[in-house]
Nanobody
Framework: AVQLQESGGGSVQSGGSLRLSCSAS????FGWFRQVPGKQREGVAA???????SYGESVEGRFTISRDNLENKVYLQMNDLKPEDTAMYYC????????????????????????WGQGTQVTVSS
């Protein structure tokens, strides 16, 4: 099983930036999700093997997902943060089958991923 470990969460004021990182124990498909208590887990961003990305509507243009294939890492650069971005952020992984990953055509659902990190808290104050 792929093991995932996030880092980089914290507290920031509205308009600020944070960069989340996630390290995987082996090569995997990557996605970022977020969740607030009482709500469903929401897709934030995903990246496939060839670097194609997809984003949730609420973060499009503000967040950027990238990956380092040599290090088996994925990053989420979050700019212009808003209080509504406050959530627990989770790194998600899925086995690569035939070079395919979730997220090529649209933001994936949580059910598209098998492996999950423990989460890192992001808090944005107004």
């Amino acid at each position: 099983a792929v093991q995932l470990q996030e880092s980089g969460g914290g507290s920031v004021q509205s308009g600020g930036s944070l960069r989340l990182s996630c390290s995987a124990s082996e090569y995997t498909c990557f996605g970022w999700f977020r969740q607030v208590p009482g709500k469903q887990r929401e897709g934030v961003a995903a990246i496939v093997v060839d670097g194609t990305t997809s984003y949730g509507e609420s973060v499009e243009g503000r967040f950027t997902i990238s990956r380092d294939n040599l290090e088996n890492k994925v990053y989420l650069q979050m700019n212009d943060l808003k209080p509504e971005d406050t959530a627990m952020y989770y790194c998600a992984g899925e086995d690569v089958f035939g070079g395919m990953c979730p997220g090529r055509w649209h933001i994936p659902d949580p059910e598209d991923y098998t492996y999950w990190g423990q989460g890192t808290q992001v808090t944005v104050s107004s």
